[in-house]
Nanobody, 115 residues
Framework: QVQLVESGGGLVQPGGSLRLSCATS????????MNWFRQTPGKQRELVAT???????NSADSVKGRFTISRDNADNTVYLQMNSLKPEDTAVYYC?????????WGQGTQVTVSS
């Protein structure tokens, strides 16, 4: 079992920044990759960024150059640094942990980009 708790969402103006955090606990050694997804009502869920067990990162074209995924192994936390935010980045952001058995999801955190 893996438990995930996201934090850091909120309201920010266009061009601003936010950092999302995902605290991980449980069977951490079973995790192959950590991801951030986002979901907007009426739109398909989007994979935003990935960091694998060996530290390889990848991000969607829509956020490349603006969002950065990272992790702190000391406190088992994954981060999503979001810069130059746009109104279209507004969504509920979910942290996930992928194991060989299943994908675990956090509860989600709302990010709203608006003036």
């Amino acid at each position: 079992q893996v438990q995930l708790v996201e934090s850091g969402g909120g309201l920010v103006q266009p061009g601003g920044s936010l950092r999302l955090s995902c605290a991980t606990s449980g069977s951490i050694s079973s995790i192959r990759a950590m991801n951030w997804f986002r979901q907007t009502p009426g739109k398909q869920r989007e994979l935003v960024a990935t960091i694998t067990r060996d530290g390889t990162t990848n991000s969607a074209d829509s956020v490349k150059g603006r969002f950065t995924i990272s992790r702190d192994n000391a406190d088992n936390t994954v981060y999503l640094q979001m810069n130059s935010l746009k109104p279209e980045d507004t969504a509920v952001y979910y942290c996930t942990a992928l194991t060989s058995i299943r994908r675990y999801w956090g509860q989600g955190t709302q990010v709203t980009v608006s003036s």
